[in-house]
Every structure is written in structure tokens, then in C-alpha cells.
């Protein structure tokens, strides 16, 4: 069985980066058939994918375009992990982030969720 | 505003069988099978219940199923128990700058 267990500040100041890490058991970061995915809920944005990183032969990523200037999703292999960093962060930046297991474009597996409020 | 159109509340009796719809378009759930539905209860992280239209991942009772029809998705829940009091969320890829996209959720209340 797949777990994910996410870890990382609640708290963030504006224009600070907003860092977040998803240990994976039950399966590999580095499984070829799967896709490491995060994604954030927040009332006013409703649920937003931004972005996941994977393993075909190389590491491959794809961000969401609304945050694609701001955002980095990296894998770790040593540590079976994958995390997710948001720069420049502003309120509208607060919201549940989850992370979650893809495959192919659904996502089967997800983390307990952190929420992450941006407030000075 | 979502990037697929959902009902924002649909109620049925237990027993009872509701379909919530979801809209699009041609470049997400009209042009490709690639829809999945979410089930969330208040606190909790979303749970697949339906992945590439109408497929149910293990574990997920047969009283749940999907259909698609265009632009438009749907989810058809049969037999309704108390249980699937939840919000609905349905998701599909698309083929543009945003590669997944959902929709604002429906909440299910079970009379």
C-alpha cells in the first residue's frame, strides 16, 4: 500500500519560499510508471494541479503555467522523497497543498495535506 | 471560476441514485478520456473513485460508475448511503499550458 507523508512550515512570510516534502512508502520516486504530483485547495481557487515530476529513462517535470516561474518539484532518490518549492509566495499562495501519486493523469494516492498560510 | 463546470449540490434519498455532471471542453474531457472523479469528505484529502472515465481503482464499491458523453462527464452513484455524503470533484487532462484542470466540486447531501 502506497503512503505519503508530508512534512513542513504552516507558516510562511510574503515573499518568503514555501518549502514542502512528501515521503513515499509502499513504492519508488524513481517507478517508471508513476508520477509525483502536487497539487493545492483553497476556497477562493478550488483544487489546482501544479505541477509533478517522473522518471522515463530521465527526470522529467511539468508545472502548471500559472506558477511555473515560481515553482520547482525535485525528486530524491536517497531518500525516496520528492519535494516542492514555491517562491515569492503571496497570500494568494495560501491553501491545503496536497502531494499525490500519478498515473498516467489521475492521482490515486495522496498525502494528508499541509495547509500553508502566507501571512506576515 | 473552475476550469470544468460542476453542479454545486445534488441530494437524493438512501437507496436512491444521483449523477452529478461535469463540463468541459474538446481540449480536456471532449477530446480525451482522461477523466477521473474525487470523493472528499470535510477534512480529509480527495480519494480517486473513478480514473480514465469509467474505470474503478481496487476497492471502490461498484455503486459508483462514470460515463462520458461530448464535453460533458458525469458520475452516477447507486444505491445511496449515508456514507457518500461528500463532495464530488471531477478532473481531466488538457491539452494546454495547464495539463490537469477540475472542477469546483459538488457536495452530495444523503436526505
Known amino acids: 500500500q502506497v503512503q505519503l507523508q508530508q512534512s513542513g512550515p504552516g507558516l510562511v512570510k510574503p515573499s518568503q519560499t514555501l518549502s514542502l516534502t512528501c515521503a513515499i512508502s509502499g513504492d519508488s520516486v524513481s517507478n517508471n510508471n508513476a508520477a509525483w504530483t502536487w497539487i493545492r485547495q483553497s476556497p477562493s481557487r478550488g483544487l489546482e494541479w501544479l505541477g509533478r515530476t517522473y522518471s522515463r529513462s530521465t527526470w522529467r517535470t511539468d508545472y502548471a503555467v500559472s506558477v511555473e516561474s515560481r515553482i520547482t518539484i525535485k525528486p530524491d532518490t536517497s531518500k525516496n522523497q520528492f519535494s516542492l518549492q514555491l517562491n515569492s509566495v503571496t497570500p494568494e499562495d495560501t491553501a491545503v497543498y496536497y502531494c499525490?501519486?500519478?498515473?498516467?493523469?489521475?492521482?490515486?494516492?495522496w498525502g494528508q495535506g499541509t495547509l500553508v498560510t502566507v501571512s506576515s | 471560476q473552475s476550469a470544468l463546470t460542476q453542479p454545486a449540490s445534488v441530494s437524493g434519498s438512501p437507496g436512491q441514485s444521483i449523477t452529478i455532471s461535469c463540463t468541459g471542453t474538446?481540449?480536456?474531457?471532449?477530446?480525451?478520456?482522461?477523466v477521473s472523479w474525487y470523493q472528499q469528505h470535510p477534512g480529509k484529502a480527495p480519494k480517486l473513485m473513478i480514473y480514465e472515465v469509467n474505470n474503478r481503482p481496487s476497492g471502490v464499491s461498484n455503486r459508483f460508475s462514470g460515463s462520458k458523453s461530448g464535453n460533458t462527464a458525469s458520475l452516477t452513484i447507486s444505491g445511496l448511503q449515508a456514507e457518500d455524503e461528500a463532495d464530488y470533484y471531477c478532473?481531466?487532462?488538457?491539452?494546454?499550458?495547464?495539463?490537469?484542470?477540475f472542477g469546483g466540486g459538488t457536495k452530495l447531501t444523503v436526505l
Open positions: 478532473g481531466s487532462y488538457r491539452s494546454s499550458d495547464t495539463l490537469v484542470v
Open positions: 474538446s481540449s480536456d474531457i471532449g477530446g480525451y478520456n482522461f
Open positions: 499525490a501519486r500519478g498515473s498516467s493523469w489521475d492521482l490515486n494516492y
